[in-house]
Nanobody, 124 residues
């Protein structure tokens, strides 16, 4: 019923940019908080960014502030993550997820539906 599909990942050189997309079906995403998470090999999954469904509040991981931008297009039922000035340490599988509540959370357990992930590799 609820489905999220990420796209836009790939291989990019340090300093480059990528835009990730999270397309939703089976529900209207503007009612719920949508988070972007990433997981690198041998690392825990971490919250990268989140946009709330009630007041539009936006949150970012400290290490990506000033480089990443989250936005939503309600007409397309899609959330985006624009990633600029990419660094090798940004390399990970990136996932979007829908919270069980309108408000954002940094905790994986607060998000009930997940996409399949898209690989981002930053390397020269």
């Amino acid at each position: 019923q609820v489905q999220l599909v990420e796209s836009g990942g790939g291989l990019v050189q340090p300093g480059g940019s990528l835009r990730l997309s999270c397309a939703a079906s089976g529900f209207v995403l503007d009612n719920w908080a949508i988070g972007w998470f990433r997981q690198a090999p041998w690392k825990q999954r971490e919250a990268v960014s989140c946009i709330s469904g009630n007041d539009g509040s936006i949150y970012y991981l400290d290490s990506v502030k000033g480089r990443f931008n989250i936005s939503r297009d309600n007409a397309k039922n899609t959330v985006y993550l624009q990633m600029n000035s990419l660094k090798p340490e940004d390399t990970a599988v990136y996932y979007c997820a829908t919270s069980n509540w309108p408000s954002c959370s940094r905790y994986v357990g607060s998000f009930g539906s997940w996409g399949q992930g898209t690989q981002v590799t930053v390397s020269s």
